[in-house]
Structures are given as structure tokens and as C-alpha cells.
């Protein structure tokens, strides 16, 4: 099993910046992938961002191209989402996910992840 553990969520004014972080344990070695989505209210969870946990294949969103990035820290089993220039359309519960599939058709899907954190709110405020 992994655990993931989501923090740095806060509230922020638009254009200002956040950086979640996403805490892994348990059976790391087995992780693959590594992802973040985001859920705003009364909407459906939607791709963010994902990452390799080795190499460097970063893989945004269109919302989330040029104004985000996602990186790691292997040594400290963590990977992270810097965001930048927020706005208030970013405003939701932010989800780290971790897959231990090697194969996948598409990471941009959320059932291609095999385990979830519990989530950290971001609100932008305009």
C-alpha cells in the first residue's frame, strides 16, 4: 500500500502563489506515477498535472500550462505543485495520486491511479 498525505493548500488573492506538497510512504518503491487533481465545488475532479517518479515527463493540464509545476524530491518521497499567477477558477480540493501501473493508456484519467490522498483546499480569492 502507499499513503499520501497533501499539504500547503491556503487561502490566496488572485495572482498570488501556492505550493502543495504531497507526502508519500508505505510502498514507494512501486510508485510509477505521480499526479495531481482538483476538484472544484459542484464539479467534477479534473486532471492537473502529472509526473514519472523517476525521469522527467511533466504533463500539465491546459489550465495549468505556463502558471504551474509539478516536481519531485525522491529522497524525500514527495512531489509538489508550485502554482503560480492563481486564479479564482483554481479554487478547489487538490488531490495528490500515485499509480503503480507501469502501463497506462492515459494518466490524465483518474482511474488510472491506484491510490489517493485525502486532499487540501485551495481558494483564490478576485
Known amino acids: 500500500q502507499v499513503q499520501l498525505v497533501e499539504s500547503g493548500g491556503g487561502l490566496v488573492q488572485a495572482g498570488g502563489s501556492l505550493r502543495l506538497s504531497c507526502a508519500a510512504s508505505?510502498?514507494?518503491?512501486?510508485?510509477?506515477?505521480m499526479g495531481w487533481f482538483r476538484q472544484a465545488p459542484g464539479k467534477e475532479r479534473e486532471f492537473v498535472a502529472h509526473?514519472?517518479?523517476?525521469?522527467?515527463?511533466?504533463t500539465y493540464a491546459d489550465s495549468a500550462k505556463g502558471r504551474f509545476t509539478i516536481s519531485r524530491d525522491n529522497a524525500k518521497n514527495t512531489v509538489y505543485l508550485q502554482m503560480n499567477s492563481l486564479k479564482p477558477e483554481d479554487t478547489g480540493v487538490y488531490y495528490c495520486?500515485?499509480?503503480?501501473?507501469?502501463?497506462?493508456?492515459?494518466?490524465?484519467?483518474?482511474?488510472?491511479?491506484?491510490?489517493w490522498g485525502q486532499g487540501t483546499q485551495v481558494t483564490v480569492s478576485s
Open positions: 509526473i514519472m517518479w523517476s525521469g522527467y515527463s511533466p
Open positions: 495520486a500515485a499509480s503503480s501501473r507501469y502501463y497506462s493508456t492515459n494518466r490524465q484519467f483518474g482511474g488510472s491511479y491506484d491510490y
Open positions: 508505505g510502498r514507494t518503491s512501486s510508485i510509477y506515477v
